[in-house]
């Protein structure tokens, strides 16, 4: 009769609370609702959450990205035109190729096209806001967008800073991640409670944007940013969720 092997027990070392968003915020009401009120059940990590899930770049579609135009060669969506660029990498720094990012943003008059976004904005037809891409065989990114405004938090007294949304799918369900990226100088980054809700200084610094060299786009310049993502391990990009 064959010997039955168990399945390998994987350990992966907790995350530092200060690098990582606060659980409960003053003055947000949803941070309160979106934490567990009692303690988590331990459980293994198992061979599934290690290997899988695979080809989401064939399922998402995913592929080149410019969220400039809500269709190909159709007119140009209000704002300033941006592109972004970065790195998908593990705790060790090595490449994660073929790592799908999934992205959505505000317009530029920080505006969703969501129906349960209730903010008083317009909308603007030449702007989708979200799309999907993915990393080549070095972990690197490249994409176009429109720079996102701010908007008011319904129901409160403050504003949310621009940001983009990021969500990544690494080679394993352990490196699923969402987070939100900010701008450089702006004055509501000093306000805005999810990016001060990271306490440790240097981990809420991995959520800003550094300026890079302009790009020249058809007739149009755009401003360059880029941003690399670490998905675990000590410098880890804190994850941020609304």
């Known amino acids: 009769m064959p010997t039955t092997t168990a399945a390998p027990h994987f350990i992966y070392t907790p995350y530092d609370d200060r690098t990582q968003l606060a659980r409960e915020i003053s003055r947000y009401h949803r941070s309160f609702t979106r934490n567990p009120s009692r303690p988590l059940v331990p459980r293994p990590v198992t061979l599934s959450e290690m290997t ?3 080809g989401l770049a064939e399922k998402f579609g995913a592929g080149e990205l410019d969220l ?15 592109t972004l ?3 998908v990498t593990d705790e060790d720094g ?4 073929g790592s799908v990012i999934e992205l959505w943003q505000a317009n530029a008059c920080g505006k969703y096209v969501h129906k349960l976004d209730r903010y008083n904005a317009p909308l603007d037809p030449n702007f989708i806001g979200q799309g999907r ?6 972990g690197l990114f490249n994409l176009v967008t429109i720079k996102p405004g701010c908007y008011p938090v319904m129901e409160s007294d403050w504003w949310r800073a621009p940001h983009i949304h990021f969500s990544i799918f690494g080679p394993s369900w352990m490196n699923r991640y ?3 990226i900010f701008f450089p100088g702006e004055p509501l980054n000093q306000t805005d409670l999810l990016l001060n809700g990271v ?7 991995r959520l800003i944007l550094k300026p890079c060299d302009a790009v020249g786009l058809d007739y149009y310049t755009a401003l360059g940013f880029r941003v690399d993502f670490v998905l ?7 994850a941020l969720s609304d």
């Open 52 to 54: 899988g899930p695979t």
């Open 68 to 82: 400039s135009h809500a269709v190909s060669g159709g007119p140009r969506a209000i704002g300033q035109l941006i």
């Open 85 to 87: 660029s970065g790195r």
């Open 94 to 97: 090595r490449p994660l190729a």
């Open 133 to 138: 891409i993915v990393t080549d065989a070095e």
């Open 178 to 180: 969402m987070t939100q």
């Open 199 to 205: 306490a440790d200084e240097e981990a809420r610094q």
């Open 232 to 238: 675990r391990g000590r410098r880890a990009t804190p």
